[in-house]
T-cell receptor
Framework: AQSVTQLDSQVPVFEEAPVELRCNYS??????LFWYVQYPNQGLQLLLKYLSGSTLVKGINGFEAEFNKSQTSFHLRKPSVHISDTAEYFC???????????????FGKGTKLSVIP | DSGVTQTPKHLITATGQRVTLRCSPR?????VYWYQQSLDQGLQFLIQYYNGEERAKGNILERFSAQQFPDLHSELNLSSLELGDSALYFC?????????????FGPGTRLTVL
C-alpha cells in the first residue's frame, strides 16, 4: 500500500529564512508525488508535482521540491519565506489503483508552517 | 478562487440526522472528488465521479453516498450522523479522471454534529 509520512507537524521559521518541509513516501507503483498548500479557511491548492523526468521540480510561489528515489523522499524547499507562506502543507502520493488509469491520492497528515515576523 | 463552489459553508446538525452537501465543479471539469478532513484522520479520499459515473471509492462509510448529476454538480449525502462525522468535507474537480490531472479544491463544508 502507498503511504506518506510528513515528519514535522509544525515548523516555525523567521521571515526571509529558508525552509524545508520533509516528506517520505512508500509506493509499490510508479511514483507520482504532489505538494498541496492550504491557506487558513481555504481549500487545497496544488504547489507542484512530480510525474517523471527532472528530479528537481519548481512550483508556484518560489517553492521547489526534489524527488530522491533512493531515500524515498520528496522534500519541499523555499530559500526565503514570507509571512504569506503561513499555511498548512500536504504531501501526497499516487495511491490505490481505481481502474481505467485512475489512482487515488494518499495524503500525509500535513505540516503547519508558521512564518514569524 | 479555484472555481469550485461548495454549499453550505457550515452545517450544524444532531446525531442521527441526514444532510446533503453540494458541489459545483469548475467549468469544463468532468471529475468530482470528495474528501473528508478531520484532526485525527487527516485528509481522506471518499469517492470520485467522472462524467456522472462512479469511478473510485475510498474510505467511504456505507452511511454515506454520493452522486453526480447530468449538469456535473455533485452531492454527498451523509445519514445516521454520528459525532465522529464532524469534519471538513472538501470537493475537488479535475478535467479528466487520471491522477496526473490537477485537482482544484473548493473551500469546503464544515459539518458539526452535536
Amino acid at each position: 500500500a502507498q503511504s506518506v509520512t510528513q515528519l514535522d507537524s509544525q515548523v516555525p521559521v523567521f521571515e526571509e529564512a529558508p525552509v524545508e518541509l520533509r516528506c517520505n513516501y512508500s509506493s509499490s507503483v510508479s511514483v507520482y508525488l504532489f505538494w498541496y498548500v492550504q491557506y487558513p479557511n481555504q481549500g487545497l491548492q496544488l504547489l507542484l508535482k512530480y510525474l517523471s523526468g527532472s528530479t528537481l521540480v519548481k512550483g508556484i510561489n518560489g517553492f521547489e521540491a526534489e524527488f530522491n528515489k533512493s531515500q524515498t523522499s520528496f522534500h519541499l524547499r523555499k530559500p526565503s519565506v514570507h509571512i504569506s507562506d503561513t499555511a498548512e502543507y500536504f504531501c501526497a502520493v499516487r495511491g490505490t489503483y481505481s481502474g481505467a488509469g485512475s489512482y487515488q491520492l494518499t495524503f500525509g497528515k500535513g505540516t503547519k508552517l508558521s512564518v514569524i515576523p | 478562487d479555484s472555481g469550485v463552489t461548495q454549499t453550505p459553508k457550515h452545517l450544524i446538525t444532531a446525531t442521527g440526522q441526514r444532510v446533503t452537501l453540494r458541489c459545483s465543479p469548475r467549468s469544463g471539469d468532468l471529475s468530482v472528488y470528495w474528501y473528508q478532513q478531520s484532526l485525527d484522520q487527516g485528509l481522506q479520499f471518499l469517492i470520485q465521479y467522472y462524467n456522472g459515473e462512479e469511478r473510485a471509492k475510498g474510505n467511504i462509510l456505507e452511511r454515506f453516498s454520493a452522486q453526480q448529476f447530468p449538469d456535473l454538480h455533485s452531492e454527498l449525502n451523509l445519514s445516521s450522523l454520528e459525532l465522529g462525522d464532524s469534519a471538513l468535507y472538501f470537493c475537488a474537480s479535475s478535467v479528466g479522471s487520471l491522477t496526473d490531472n490537477e485537482q482544484f479544491f473548493g473551500p469546503g463544508t464544515r459539518l458539526t454534529v452535536l
